[in-house]
């Protein structure tokens, strides 16, 4: 007996081991971080882990040396927000603490590859690097609440001279807006979206005058992206002329749109590639299957063919002659690794991996999968299996991203998914309506379908999923963040018979609570979008209090886990106090997990660890009570 004893002692220990070293393992720190290259191709710069430091590396290209630039602790206060080169020998580093805010630090490399700080610029960030103009650079700084742009030229022997009132370039209709420069870095196009309307001006060469070019409601997508004065075109993101967002020609006398320079049928232009060395547009991205696509149209596209050492490579900098580009190999089933590729010798050598630890774990495998929802619109998902093809009825996860606008689910490496994937679950992320990449009209349909159509969308998934021969259709939860949350907790009230269980962190539970924030009030453009989406209180009351799941706890009838950070800004802990209030009144069973020093995600890695390894715990118990008693 007292072996027995002894060999389940140490079979709980080995297990409580490896979980304990799962989720170190996949919530940690990364490794190496975004790789930046010199404009001539001689030096790297990189973000690294070092003893526990994240530090700032200055690097050869021929890998023969490196040296530390700056470095933070894990647990300081300041951390390192961005880093990149301001032009040949001239790099800046951006740091930032929540009390003093954002610093420049910019620094100077020599010949011999010695390093200068030169200037640490506080309450100052980097606006535009302006490689186009040697030893030049636009910096933002704050004055009195207010940011303001300066041209700032690191040869001077004062950069606080710089900053002077009078040589602030950000003068036009909307100081506080947004700003396109050219590629000497004056300022030609303003821009603000404002009490429901986009408004935009452009400024020609050689004058003082501003011009304004568009002024519509900011349901028109009109994202000015470039500036070409000697064609009057403002080259714009919108989705005007297709209803799909592509780039297009904007002629500015006739103020009227003359035509696209790319365009997909049926799919969303996400992003716009420019050359940062000339600010010319060299391409795009967009989303199929759930996968990153770059499209250029220059020599960069024949060198990218040739880099790819392993799918899913994309291009994320190169040097000013396309000698040496900086990829990452970010594909849907391991974590990014960046590459340094020469053109000329077509060799590739391995700069770093964001999570090398990784590497010793089978990590699963996505596909995609569409559905058709309740009123016809088709569903595309994505789908994370465990890499182990001889286990059946695998137990199913849904993940409904936040959002519930604007954002979208992809088939690259994720952490989260990855990780109950390894504990042995099946991964459901659905791209929902509402979520970006798949045109106007399937945007617009998400709005003011809280717990409806968006719910019958995710159903529709999870349906498709369970009809496959090794998923356990009997066996699914459902876990979400922010709107996640929301969709979690609703679905348990809609769908009893589909989920044995449903987790929510950070999740809304009171919608018209929503419109009670401090932060909204009756002339705030946060209302006026609140209303948008949800619709308006004064209006449909009784309709966001049905869809609210605070008041139909009544009708709950399986297991949740309820979880808030105590300094979320996005949806305030009231929402889980009045949940956890209700049901206790009601007296139903639940687990609960309050992170008081937490935001709206996670800003701490041990919180992430606690949470995820509790609801992997939650949803064993529930399937094992299920088992037993189908309902509570």
């Avoid at 070092?50 to 700032?56: E, I």
């Avoid at 800046?92 to 200037?119: C, P």
């Avoid at 991203?401 to 109950?420: E, I, M």
């Amino acid at each position: 007996m007292k072996l027995i004893n002894a060999i389940l002692i140490a079979l709980t220990f080995f297990s409580m081991t490896a979980t304990a070293n799962l989720e170190n393992d996949f919530f940690r720190n990364p490794d190496v971080v975004a790789p930046k290259l010199s404009p001539q191709g001689q030096h790297l710069l990189y973000k690294k882990l070092v003893d526990n430091n994240y530090t700032v590396i200055l690097a050869g290209t021929d890998f023969s040396w490196d040296t530390k630039v700056i470095s933070f602790g894990l647990q300081s206060k300041r951390v390192i927000s961005d880093f990149g080169w301001l032009g040949k020998t001239y790099f800046s580093v951006t740091t930032f603490d929540r009390h003093s805010g954002m610093q420049l630090l910019v620094y100077k490399v020599d010949e011999a590859n010695s390093l200068t700080q030169v200037a640490l610029l506080k309450h100052t960030y980097l606006f535009d690097p302006l490689l186009a103009v040697d030893d030049t650079f636009i910096a933002q700084r704050y004055k009195n609440g207010k940011a303001h742009l300066f041209t700032i030229n690191v040869t001077e022997d004062s950069f606080e001279a710089q900053f002077r009132s009078k040589k602030r370039i950000s003068k036009g209709p909307f100081p506080e807006g947004g700003w396109l420069l050219n590629s000497f870095g004056e300022p030609n196009v303003n821009f603000i979206s404002e009490g429901g309307v986009t408004e935009v001006h452009v400024k020609r060469a050689n004058s003082r005058k501003w011009q304004q070019v568009w002024r519509q409601s900011d349901q028109t997508k009109f994202i000015p992206v470039w500036f070409d004065d000697a064609k009057n075109e403002l080259l714009v993101l919108s989705e005007q002329q297709s209803g799909y967002q592509s780039l297009s020609r904007y002629d500015i006398q006739s103020q009227t749109f003359i035509g696209e320079v790319y365009r997909l049928p049926g799919r969303d232009i996400v992003g716009i590639i420019q050359n940062p060395y000339d600010s010319s547009i060299i391409g795009y991205t967009y989303m199929l299957g759930g996968v990153l696509v770059q499209n250029y149209d220059n020599k960069l596209s024949t060198y990218t063919s040739a880099s790819e050492d392993k799918e899913d490579s994309y291009v994320i900098h190169f040097d000013q002659d396309y000698q040496k580009i900086v990829t990452i190999n970010q594909s849907i089933d391991s974590p990014s690794a960046y590459y340094l590729f020469d053109t000329k010798t077509g060799h590739s050598q391995l700069i770093g991996e964001e999570r090398p630890w990784l590497n010793k774990y089978s990590l699963g495998k996505s596909s995609v999968i569409k559905s058709i929802s309740s009123d016809g619109v088709e569903v595309e998902s994505y789908l994370t299996m465990p890499n182990n093809p001889s286990v059946k009825d695998v137990p199913l996860l849904v993940m409904p991203h936040g959002g519930p606008l604007g954002v979208n689910d992809t088939r690259h490496f994720s952490v989260d998914v990855h990780y109950f994937v390894q504990k042995g679950y099946a991964v459901l992320t659905p791209n929902y309506r509402g979520s970006s990449g798949f045109g106007k009209k399937f945007l617009n349909s998400g709005k003011r379908q809280w717990g409806r159509l968006i719910e019958d969308d995710i159903e529709s998934a999870v349906t498709q999923a369970i009809a496959r021969q090794d998923i356990d259709g009997q066996k699914v939860c459902v876990f979400g963040i922010s709107y996640g949350g929301y969709s979690a907790l609703i679905s348990a009230i809609r769908r009893p018979d589909l989920y044995k269980c449903a987790i929510s962190y950070a999740g809304v539970t009171d919608i018209p609570l929503l419109f009670s924030d401090h932060n909204i009030s009756e002339k705030d453009d946060s209302r006026r979008v609140l209303i948008d989406i949800l619709g308006d209180p004064n209006e449909s009351w009784d309709t966001l209090v049905e869809y609210s799941p605070v008041y139909r706890m009544n009708e709950l009838s399986i297991p949740i886990f309820i979880a808030q950070g105590g300094r979320d800004r996005v949806v305030d802990s009231e929402h889980y106090f009045r949940l956890k209030y209700v049901l206790d009144k009601l007296g139903k069973p639940y687990e609960s997990m309050f992170f008081g020093n937490e935001v709206h995600g996670f800003n701490y890695i041990n919180t992430q660890q606690a949470l995820y390894n509790s609801i992997d715990q939650f949803m064993q118990q529930s399937f094992a009570q299920s088992e037993v008693t189908p309902t509570l």
